[in-house]
């Protein structure tokens, strides 16, 4: 079991940039793929981007592609979200998840994750 903590959440203005963290402990987060999901009001949870356990692959929801960049450090047992070009339609709670089935494998669908952080709030004003 992994217990996973994001940081780096806030207030920014559009354009602005942001990086959030997800420390992970307990088992050792490189057996995991790793996701960032985010849930805006009144909307279900969204994928965002994923990494699996080396960090070798990743993939990202069209919405964030070439904006955002997810990263992990295995040392660190810390998985990154770089946001740049921030728009107010990122405004979400984003939340770090863990997948232990097949780490190896990246993965869109959010039902797929086992455990999950808390989330932390990113708003963005115009």
């Known amino acids: 079991q992994v217990q996973l903590l994001e940081s780096g959440g806030g207030l920014v203005q559009a354009g602005g940039s942001l990086r959030l963290s997800c420390l992970a402990s307990?088992?050792?987060?490189?057996?995991?793929?790793m996701g960032w999901v985010r849930q805006a009001p009144g909307k279900e949870r969204q994928f965002v981007a994923a990494?699996?356990?080396?960090?070798?692959?990743?993939f990202y929801a069209d919405s964030v592609k070439g904006r955002f960049t997810i990263s992990r450090d295995n040392a660190k047992n810390t998985v990154y979200l770089q946001m740049k070009s921030l728009k107010p339609e990122d405004t979400a709670v984003y939340y770090c998840?863990?997948?232990?089935?097949?780490?190896?494998?990246?993965?869109?669908?959010?039902?797929?994750?086992?455990?999950w952080g808390k989330g932390t709030q990113i708003t963005v004003s115009s």
């Open positions: 998840a863990a997948k232990g089935d097949r780490p190896y494998l990246t993965s869109t669908n959010v039902y797929d994750y086992d455990y």
């Open positions: 307990g088992r050792t987060s490189s057996t995991y793929a």
């Open positions: 990494i699996n356990w080396s960090g070798g692959s990743t």
